[in-house]
């Protein structure tokens, strides 16, 4: 499975952005997709999951209420609306694919394939 993530940018404190990811090659072996973000000098960090069946979606809590995960499962993409964003929400966004659906949704290693990580700066 190979993943492309864009739509990355800078937008003011307070702003909208919209992430999109691109699943391409043995999508059909993926169960799930979720976005993952790494601040600088941070460790990477879950923000957001949705399996490609069904309507559950999982979140971070500092995301909750702003942010919103959603897929087409038609393109084989999944999106991210960003809204209200906070100077902490600057980072570098990856989109990541799992091929099981495994013990948790925010534990990184549990995630099989990765996108090249699209970086969103929000300035205060």
């Known amino acids: 499975v190979q993943l492309q993530a864009f739509g990355g940018g800078l937008v003011q404190a307070g702003g909208s952005l919209r992430l999109s990811c691109a699943a391409s090659?043995?999508?059909?072996?993926?169960?799930?997709m979720g976005w993952f973000r790494q601040a600088p000098g941070k460790e990477r960090e879950f923000v957001a999951a949705i399996p490609w069946r069904g309507i559950s979606t999982y979140y971070t809590d500092s995301v909750k209420g702003r942010f919103t995960i959603s897929r087409d499962n038609a393109k084989n993409t999944v999106y991210l609306q960003m809204n209200s964003l906070k100077p902490d929400d600057t980072a570098v966004y990856y989109c990541a694919a799992r091929e099981t659906y495994g013990s948790s949704w925010d534990d990184a290693d549990e995630y099989d394939y990765w996108g090249q990580g699209t970086l969103v700066t929000v300035s205060s």
């Open positions: 090659g043995r999508t059909f072996s993926s169960v799930a």
